[in-house]
């Protein structure tokens, strides 16, 4: 069974910074493309960012290109974002998953941006 386990969320001020890290277990984490998604209140799920199993290929999505940076440890089956210049409209769920086969979902880890 494929375990998500995010984390590192909280409560930020606006241009702050946090880490996330999410820890796959039951699978091979190695071979999967991994993505950040987030889920903010009354909106869709949105897919962030993502990264090959290689780390040869890295995507954002526009509203967070140049703010954060997905990356990877295979060793440690974690995929990791960091987030900088948060903004208000950064607040959400954040969540990780494998954009092409796709894994039960986690619990996710709150991001709030506020002052």
């Known amino acids: 069974q494929v375990q998500l386990v995010e984390s590192g969320g909280g409560l930020v001020q606006p241009g702050g910074s946090l880490r996330l890290s999410c820890t796959v277990s039951?699978?091979?984490?190695?071979?999967?493309?991994m993505g950040w998604y987030r889920q903010a209140p009354g909106k869709e799920r949105e897919l962030v960012a993502w990264?090959?199993?290689?780390?040869?290929?890295?995507n954002y999505a526009d509203s967070v290109k140049g703010r954060f940076t997905i990356s990877r440890d295979n060793s440690k089956s974690t995929v990791y974002l960091q987030m900088n210049s948060l903004k208000p409209e950064d607040t959400a769920v954040y969540y990780c998953?494998?954009?092409?086969?796709?894994?039960?979902w986690g619990q996710g880890t709150q991001v709030t941006v506020s002052s």
């Open positions: 998953n494998r954009p092409v086969v796709e894994a039960p």
């Open positions: 039951g699978t091979a984490f190695s071979i999967y493309t």
């Open positions: 990264i090959s199993s290689s780390s040869t290929n890295i």
